[in-house]
């Protein structure tokens, strides 16, 4: 099992930098990706960034050049850096890990962390 805690969510103005950071416990994987994703009511769960176990990292369109992921793997931890927030941001950030082994594919996911880009 995995256990994943996000903090570093909260209110900021629009143009603000908040920092994400999702601490991962359990059975992970040096192989395993890590990623953030977001939800805002009435809409779907989306991709906001992923990182391999490579390092290879991955953006949505939206957040390209503002927000950049980050891993550590000795600590089991991945960060969002996020800056010239949006209000269109805001939403809840859930940690997530991906997990494949052969045709077998795993996920998991923190409680979320709400972000708020509001003056």
């Known amino acids: 099992q995995v256990q994943l805690v996000e903090t570093g969510g909260g209110l900021v103005q629009p143009g603000g930098s908040l920092r994400l950071s999702c601490a991962a416990s359990g059975s992970i994987l040096s192989r395993d990706s890590m990623g953030w994703y977001r939800q805002a009511p009435g809409n779907e769960r989306e991709l906001v960034a992923i990182?391999?176990?490579?390092?290879?990292?991955n953006y949505a369109d939206s957040v390209k050049g503002r927000f950049t992921i980050s891993r550590d793997f000795a600590k089991n931890t991945v960060n969002l850096q996020m800056n010239s927030l949006k209000p269109e941001d805001t939403a809840v950030y859930l940690c997530?890990?991906?997990?494949?082994?052969?045709?077998?594919?795993?996920?998991?996911w923190g409680q979320g962390t709400q972000v708020t880009v509001s003056s």
């Open positions: 997530n890990v991906y997990r494949a082994s052969g045709f077998a594919t795993w996920n998991y």
């Open positions: 990182i391999t176990s490579a390092g290879n990292t």
